[in-house]
C-alpha cells in the first residue's frame, strides 16, 4: 500500500505560480511510476504529468507543457508540480497518482491504469 497525500493548492490569479507536493509513504517511492491528474467541476479527471524515475523520463499533457513542471525527490518520497503561467481553465481538483512501474519506461495517461490516489487539492485560477 501507499499513501499520497497532496498540498501546496489555493486561489491565485492568472499568471500567477503554484508548486503542489505529494508526501508519499508506506513503499519504496522509487519503484513507482507517479502523476499528476486534474479534474473540474462537470468533467472526467484527466492527465496532467508523469515521472519514472528508473529512466529519468516525464511526459505531460499538451494543455500544461512548457507551463508544467513534474519532478521528484526520492529522498524525500515526494512529488512535485510546479505549475507556472496558471490559466482559468487550469482550475481544478489536482490529484497525485501512484502505480507500480511494471514496464520500464512506460507512461500511463489512464486514471484507470493507477492504484493508489491522493484527496486532491483545489487549485483555482481567477481571470
Known amino acids: 500500500q501507499v499513501q499520497l497525500v497532496e498540498s501546496g493548492g489555493g486561489l491565485v490569479q492568472a499568471g500567477d505560480s503554484l508548486r503542489l507536493s505529494c508526501a508519499a509513504s508506506?513503499?519504496?517511492?522509487?519503484?513507482?511510476?507517479m502523476a499528476w491528474f486534474r479534474q473540474a467541476p462537470g468533467k472526467e479527471r484527466e492527465f496532467v504529468a508523469s515521472s519514472i524515475w528508473s529512466v529519468g523520463s516525464t511526459y505531460y499533457a499538451n494543455s500544461v507543457k512548457g507551463r508544467f513542471t513534474i519532478s521528484r525527490d526520492n529522498a524525500k518520497s515526494t512529488l512535485y508540480l510546479q505549475m507556472n503561467s496558471l490559466k482559468p481553465e487550469d482550475t481544478a481538483v489536482y490529484f497525485c497518482?501512484?502505480?507500480?512501474?511494471?514496464?520500464?519506461?512506460?507512461?500511463?495517461?489512464?486514471?484507470?491504469?493507477?492504484?493508489?490516489w491522493g484527496q486532491g487539492t483545489q487549485v483555482t485560477v481567477s481571470s
Open positions: 497518482a501512484a502505480r507500480i512501474e511494471v514496464l520500464r519506461g512506460v507512461h500511463y495517461t489512464s486514471h484507470s491504469d493507477y492504484a493508489y
Open positions: 508506506g513503499r519504496t517511492f522509487s519503484n513507482y511510476a
